[in-house]
């Protein structure tokens, strides 16, 4: 087999090669949506801390 019968699979190479790219980009945008997400949530709690009240009585 060859690098460009590989590359042209079977005549079907414009769906599969869309179908990985597609699979990529969603990936790429999952990944930024739950980077995104985690530092949201380390801000929201660094807030909650710094309001927590800081007495030594409990």
């Known amino acids: 087999m060859s690098v460009m019968e590989f590359l042209s699979q079977g005549g079907y190479a414009y769906f599969v090669w869309a ?31 710094r309001m927590r009240p800081r007495g030594g009585d409990s």
């Open 19 to 49: 179908s990985y790219g597609a699979a990529l980009v969603l990936l790429v945008g999952e990944m930024v949506q739950l980077r995104r997400t985690h530092r949201t949530i380390l801000t929201r709690l660094g807030r909650l801390l």
